[in-house]
T-cell receptor, first 114, second 116 residues
Framework: EAGVTQFPSHSVIEKGQTVTLRCDPI?????LYWYRRVMGKEIKFLLH????????ESGMPNNRFLAERTGGTYSTLKVQPAELEDSGVYFC????????????FGPGTRLTVT | AQKITQTQPGMFVQEKEAVTLDCTYD???????LFWYKQPSSGEMIFLIY??????QNATEGRYSLNFQKARKSANLVISASQLGDSAMYFC?????????????FGGGTRVLVKP
């Protein structure tokens, strides 16, 4: 069974540009989460999808971030326009049930904004 | 609000020795879960061990054990017989069950370097 995949693994963009990160959860997982770790800080929750609906987006930092989950399958996280403080590693995780230890993480996308 | 504190930013451990990684937490929710994740240099987050707040016994998974002291609000990870492959970042995390959803709250991490 394939795990959570994220694309790209690395992205380097200039301030003001747009970047779209993609996450493919484990097949059949209804829950999809986005987290990020900016340099030197803790990993922070961004948002949680249940199927195609946003269950909790309390961690989204501002309206430059837009997350979507088409048809309840893969998800995208768009940053537009990117700022220097957006640099960090963006993780995606997925789970099927409410059992917390079933939250599987992807390898992350390292975003560098110059 | 939930908070996880890992006070050790980095530590060295001799191969084959045991190491304890500290984690303290704060929550007002009586029902919660505590995790440890490992992040090697390749970047992926690997689940290691889970402890529920109502679990009577400390969790163990192979060489990993969680020293859960509920009254002290601590959930230290013990790695026995360290191996070179244990060199990585280790994150303590918490989930609370009062609210809908399963978002994790993470600590700042501890970097472990195992010396041969």
């Amino acid at each position: 069974e394939a795990g959570v995949t994220q694309f790209p693994s690395h992205s380097v963009i200039e301030k003001g540009q747009t970047v779209t990160l993609r996450c493919d959860p484990i097949s059949g997982h209804d829950n999809l989460y986005w987290y990020r770790r900016v340099m030197g800080k803790e990993i922070k929750f961004l948002l949680h999808f249940v199927k195609e609906s946003k269950q909790d987006e309390s961690g989204m930092p501002n309206n430059r971030f837009l997350a979507e989950r088409t048809g309840g399958t893969y998800s995208t996280l768009k940053v537009q326009p990117a700022e220097l403080e957006d640099s960090g590693v963006y993780f995606c995780a997925s789970s099927q049930g409410r059992l917390p230890y079933e939250q599987y993480f992807g390898p992350g996308t390292r975003l560098t904004v110059t | 609000a939930q908070k996880i504190t890992q006070t050790q930013p980095g530590m060295f451990v001799q191969e084959k020795e045991a190491v304890t990684l500290d984690c303290t937490y704060d929550t007002s929710d009586p029902s919660y879960g505590l995790f440890w994740y490992k992040q090697p240099s390749s970047g992926e987050m690997i689940f290691l061990i889970y402890q529920g707040s109502y679990d009577q016994q400390n969790a163990t998974e192979g060489r990993y054990s969680l020293n859960f002291q509920k009254a002290r609000k601590s959930a230290n990870l013990v790695i026995s017989a360290s191996q070179l492959g244990d060199s990585a970042m280790y994150f303590c995390a918490m989930i609370t069950f009062k609210a809908a959803g399963n978002k994790l709250t993470f600590g700042g991490g501890t970097r472990v370097l195992v010396k041969p």
